[in-house]
């Protein structure tokens, strides 16, 4: 976050590892990205960037009128999000925040939708942030995955950081999870390699 640079990794506990995109979070807003601005200029509404990393999107939303904040445990990303014109908190999503039943868009992009390995109650928590008839644009994996894991921080020389649980999930199976906690599907689309879904509080 610092450097904005990578290479990292997740290392899962069955030694397979994902990347970590540290260059296109540290960059400009991409395609797939301004799909998501896009709909949150639609709602109009202040957004919640749930995991918001370096702060691209805030900032991003913040330039185009629209009130938004932060939220990251990592004090590096939080600190980046700020030195770039965007408003950030360095808490967890399960920590008090402000707002609360009042964001009109929540994000969860670039793979939060893993964070805590328990997307049911990750996306619980989200219907709670939003205001009635708010909307969660949240990003998927691509295809039909489910899984829950236990991962680490892997950097270029192979020094990892300590385990964390984390979950990755295809659009059909954050769409259960969400109906399980209330939330309806809006809309789905895919950019590219990018996946998302949109998913409704109800009124």
């Known amino acids: 976050m610092r450097t904005g640079r990578g290479p990292l990794w997740l290392r899962r506990s069955d030694g397979r590892r994902h990347l970590l995109d540290v260059e296109r979070w540290c960059a400009p807003p991409d395609l797939a990205d301004r799909s998501l601005l896009t709909r949150c200029q639609t709602?109009?509404?202040?957004?919640?960037?749930?995991?918001?990393?370096p702060g691209r999107l805030v900032a991003a939303l913040l330039a185009l009128g629209l009130p938004a904040l932060g939220v990251d445990l990592t004090a590096a990303a939080v600190a980046r999000t700020r030195a770039i014109g965007g408003a950030a908190v360095c808490r967890s999503v399960f920590d008090p925040l402000p707002g609360e039943g009042r964001w009109g868009t929540a994000l969860l992009a670039d793979g939060?939708?893993?964070i805590g390995g328990a997307p049911a109650a990750l996306l619980a928590r989200c219907a709670e942030l939003l205001a009635p008839g708010g909307t969660l644009l949240a990003?998927?994996?691509?295809?039909?995955?489910d899984e829950r894991v236990v991962v680490r921080v892997e950097d270029a020389h192979g020094t990892c950081g300590p385990p964390f649980a984390w979950a990755r999930l295809g659009a059909?199976?954050?769409?259960?999870?969400?109906?399980?906690v209330g939330l309806t599907e809006a809309e789905r689309w895919t950019v590219g390699e990018r996946c998302?879904?949109?998913?409704?509080?109800?009124y």
Do not use: Q, S, Y
């Open 172 to 180: 059909a199976a954050a769409l259960a999870c969400a109906a399980d």
């Open 112 to 114: 939060n939708l893993g």
């Open 196 to 202: 998302f879904v949109a998913l409704r509080r109800p």
């Open 139 to 145: 990003e998927v994996e691509p295809g039909e995955v």
């Open 43 to 53: 709602v109009g509404r202040p957004v919640l960037d749930i995991g918001c990393g």
